[in-house]
């Protein structure tokens, strides 16, 4: 930090940083306390009292804020003038008389008490904070908007390939002058608004846009508005309708470009998919759901099984007593029950939390054979066939096995209900080489899902079965992500469901 009192000349040698410095211009002699204010602040200070040796500093230093006191019509002329030929300063008016009128116009910050001095000094340095701010706000927005402009400046030579690259960019681009007019579009951004690609430059934009009948033409048009009225940027999420299965969401951001003397010279609209960032959401919201179930889980598993226990034990004994009676059925009915609720506490806390895993290596076509062996006697009574093929010899997989069979029976249990009346339910197995990565498919013939079951499957407690707890699928997912894999789905109703599980090699 550097300060100088009642500075006469100061040299930019004396600062080698180049670090953005505040200047306390102060006609009156009332603002000495506000340098020792921002200097504790960390600002870099220079003070000066005489219009020579303000000039002087602001020729020679890195000044981004002035801080003036005002206390008649001549400063006020002095501000005024200085706002107006310098456009790359903040400045922080201080009227430090009673009865001053600041030209409103000039959009000063004027920081005092209400009963008039002494000034409001920690309300003065937010003000310089804020100003601040808003010039670094401004010089980095032109930097950006300048390298944009030297990159979009294609060279003589070849300029079909510079274009072609910036056709390919994905996210849309659309550059207008003052007027409204079009230098510049790529294909994303023509693509979004339904405009001709080679038909658009050098027309204007409210004219090609027409009667702005599609909502997302609508949106951007009234984001250049609103540069177009003042604003320095605006940003909107807009939808793009015509895609094939769901609106896509985009950001939209408009900002205003500058010439390097701070002129008003067009604007920038940037369009950006953001459906990667949308699903990420989701993630992260599930995320939060599985560990909210888990503190569920956990707080109420003692709690519920402790007293199961206790009564559980108390049946049997009543069933010694029952034994040949009417009544002994209903002890084995209450006996049922318990355990499933036992086994529902079991499935939520390995919802969040599996057991450890105890990882072998393990071959897709041997783990699924023992499966095979439980399964085919429920298949044989519900008129199913099933059907496998395990193509070549497929890389061993690093499995917990018990967790992954699991997996694979909670996911063939459901094909068996989705098939009340009889059907098939092929199993294939096949490597994916690139991806490192061993796929075990389940395809059934069954009722298949909508896509608002699909979207939703895989949430805890979400289930369509009358009896189901929405848990199998949950645990389902959990185990086969804390084994570096994943899980798809493909279903369409009346069509049947195929269900891939990927697992690393």
């Not at 930090?1 to 080698?16: E, Q, R, V, W, Y």
């Not at 209400?114 to 920690?122: C, K, L, R, S």
């Not at 339904?194 to 038909?199: Q, S, V, W």
């Not at 496998?388 to 909670?410: A, T």
Request: glycine fraction near 6%; include cysteine.
């Amino acid at each position: 930090m550097l300060l100088k009192n009642d500075i006469k000349t100061k040299s930019a040698g004396n600062n080698p940083e180049g670090l953005p410095g505040v200047l306390i211009a102060d006609f009156s002699g009332k603002l000495k306390l506000a340098k020792w204010r921002l200097m504790s602040d960390g600002y870099n200070v220079y003070y000066a009292r005489q219009l020579t040796e303000i000039e002087n500093i602001l020729g020679k230093e890195n000044i981004r804020v002035v801080l003036v006191s005002i206390s008649g019509e001549d400063d006020s002329s002095f501000v005024e003038n200085m706002k107006r030929t310098r456009d790359n300063l903040g400045i922080v008016a201080v009227p430090v008389a009673k009865g001053l009128h600041i030209d409103k116009s000039l959009h000063f910050l004027s920081v005092r008490k209400a009963d008039g001095f002494p000034v409001d000094y920690p309300q003065l340095s937010a003000a310089v904070a804020a100003e601040l701010e808003q010039v670094n706000q401004l010089n980095r927005q032109k930097s950006a908007l300048s390298q944009l402009k030297r990159a979009l400046v294609f060279p003589p030579v070849k300029p079909l390939i510079y274009q072609t690259a910036f056709d390919h960019i994905k996210t849309g681009i659309l550059i207008l002058d003052t007027s409204g007019e079009i230098l510049l579009a790529n294909s994303a951004i023509c693509s979004l608004l339904k405009m001709d690609a080679g038909l658009v430059i050098g027309k204007n934009f409210a004219e090609v846009m027409g009667q702005r009948e599609a909502p997302e033409q609508e949106a951007v048009y009234s984001l250049i508005q609103e540069i177009a009225s003042g604003r320095a940027t605006v940003c909107a999420e807009i939808f793009n309708n015509t895609a094939v299965d769901e609106p896509v969401p985009y950001e939209v951001a408009a900002h205003r470009v500058f010439s390097p003397k701070g002129e008003y010279i067009g604007m920038c609209i940037s369009a950006a998919d953001i459906r990667e960032f949308r699903k990420l959401e989701k993630v992260i919201a599930r995320s939060e759901r599985l560990v909210v179930a888990g503190q569920l889980a956990a707080g109420a598993a003692h709690e519920i099984r402790n007293p199961l226990t206790s009564v559980r034990g108390f049946i049997q004994l009543l069933k010694k007593e029952l034994e040949g009676t009417p009544k002994e059925e209903y002890i084995s009915i209450i006996i049922s029950e318990i355990d499933r609720v036992n086994t529902i506490i079991s499935k939520l806390l390995k919802l969040t939390k599996p057991a450890v895993l105890n990882k072998t290596e393990a071959n897709i076509s041997e783990l699924f054979a023992d499966i095979k062996v439980l399964m085919e006697s429920e298949a044989f009574l519900k008129n199913i066939t099933i059907t496998e093929d395990f193509q070549g010899s497929l890389p061993l997989v690093q499995i917990d096995c018990e967790q992954i069979k699991q997996v694979i029976i909670n996911i063939v249990r459901n094909s068996f209900e989705a098939m009340p009346e009889g059907g098939n339910i092929d199993i294939k197995g096949t490597e994916r080489k690139q991806e490192r990565l061993v796929c075990l498919e389940i395809s059934d013939t069954g009722e298949g899902m909508t896509e608002e079951t699909i979207r939703q499957m895989f949430m805890p407690f979400f289930t369509t079965k009358d009896s189901g707890t929405g848990l199998g699928l949950a645990v389902s997912q959990a185990i086969v992500e804390s084994h570096g894999g994943r899980i798809e789905v493909i279903s369409k109703l009346g069509e049947g469901t195929k269900t891939c599980l990927y697992l690393p090699c």
